[in-house]
């Protein structure tokens, strides 16, 4: 048994048929080839699968796809900008050495995307707790908190100018 | 991965004659506890019944009388939510230290509630704020304490066909403070124990109203009865609170399991129930002896 599913990802409207209890990040992978967003855990404590909805980071490995139905998805595919340069937070990642083998750094991308969202100044404190259900095995974060301030700084220019 | 079915009912009525029809099926909220259990085989596979797409169980409406949450309203929404921080602290600190950004989005209170973790971080506070769970059944609507709602680890009221509707936190008057406090091993992780407190102080002519509760420390999130009655009629001096502190670490009744022995969390319900009492009087009025 499958079931239609129509969603908007990174911009562009996009139909699937699923099984009825799919999880949204093995729709996102195999059926519709979008493979930067990763799974860790399956079980929503490291963030690797983290992508947008509606402007919101979610673990998509405890989303039922069915419930992206009609909803906007954003996964690191879709940050880029409009002119092909890489968006603010994902900069700021690559200028910072927030990025080591790479596994975390779409969910950390994503989430750090929701969060500058929310809140476009940040404390480290806030950053902390913005980041708290990311995890990443290599950089000891220190870096992760950097770009993620980098960011920060950046938008708020962008926003003056 | 299973071929059950999925669900997506967008009327309570027709989720419950679903649920009447599919006895089997399970209902699913936000799915942060529920599809980790699914996936775990801790549950067995089941078609679901999802409850995310019901109007009338989402959101928050303030009253004269009640604050009322629907009962999958996001965590995050509820933390977003103003009158929430601002008359029910306490739920807004254990909002604060719940999980992350990623599960609060989706996580909700219902589920927090009907999932009956001993460790759930809402229930201490609600219990606090004296709160109420109304429960919908194919027949009929009841409506029970939150404290005698929540029967076990993983065990509730909830009758077969029966779901959560709403949580009813009446509003707490003037001169009411409250605080939340919880300690894990690691950030994300479950509360070795934590304490609310809620503390009212009409006027000065009017004797305080404390209520205290505790999570992680016993089958089910418990008010603080013994530590509450070591207040009553009793100034609330440092004395009183360490009184109270140590009424409430004899009163619980923590297990050991991989995270922490049982006499530690009994500790720390003493240390956080002083604290929280401490921190809702705030902490100007309370002078630490040495
Ligand atoms: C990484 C991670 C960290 C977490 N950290 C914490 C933490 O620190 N503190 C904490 O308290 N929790 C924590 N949780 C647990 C979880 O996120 C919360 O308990 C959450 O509020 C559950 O809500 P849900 O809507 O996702 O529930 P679901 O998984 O949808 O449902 C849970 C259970 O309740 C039932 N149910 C749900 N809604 C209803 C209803 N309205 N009526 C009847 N039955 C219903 C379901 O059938 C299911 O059995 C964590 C979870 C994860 C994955
Ligand atoms: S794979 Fe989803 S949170 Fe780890
Ligand atoms: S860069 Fe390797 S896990 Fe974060």
Known sequence: ?161 | MTDAAYHRPTTLDAALALKRDEPSARFIAGGTDLLVQLRKRKVAPAPLISLRNIPELCGVSVEDEAIRIGATTSLAELLRHEVIRRELRALGHALWTLASQQIRNVGTLGGNLCNASPAADTAPPLLAFDAAVELAGPKSRRTLPLASFLAGPGKTQLAAGELLSCVVVPRPPRGTQSAFLRQGRVAMDLSLASVAAFICIEDDRKAPVVRLAAGAVGPVPMRLRNAEATLVGRPLDAAALVAAAEAAAAEVSPINDLRSSANYRRRLVRVLCERALRQALGDKEIHHEG
């Open chain 1, 1 to 161: 048994m499958r079931a239609e599913l129509r969603f908007t990802l990174n911009g562009a409207a996009v139909e699937a048929f699923v099984q009825p209890q799919a999880r949204l990040l093995d729709v996102l992978r195999d059926t519709l080839g979008a493979t930067g967003t990763k799974e860790g855990c399956s079980e929503g404590e490291c963030g690797a699968c983290t992508v947008l909805i509606d402007g919101r980071a979610v673990a998509s490995c405890l989303f039922p796809a069915l419930e992206a139905e009609g909803k906007r998805v954003v996964t690191v595919e879709g940050l880029r900008q409009d002119n092909g340069d890489p968006s603010a937070v994902q900069r700021a990642f690559i200028d910072k050495g927030g990025v080591q083998c790479g596994f975390c750094t779409p969910g950390m991308v994503m989430a750090t995307t929701a969060l500058l969202a929310e809140n476009p100044a940040p404390t480290d404190d806030e950053i902390r707790a913005g980041l708290v259900g990311n995890l990443c095995r290599c950089t000891g974060y220190v870096q992760i908190i950097d770009a993620v301030k980098q960011a920060a700084g950046e938008l708020a220019t962008k926003e003056r100018s």
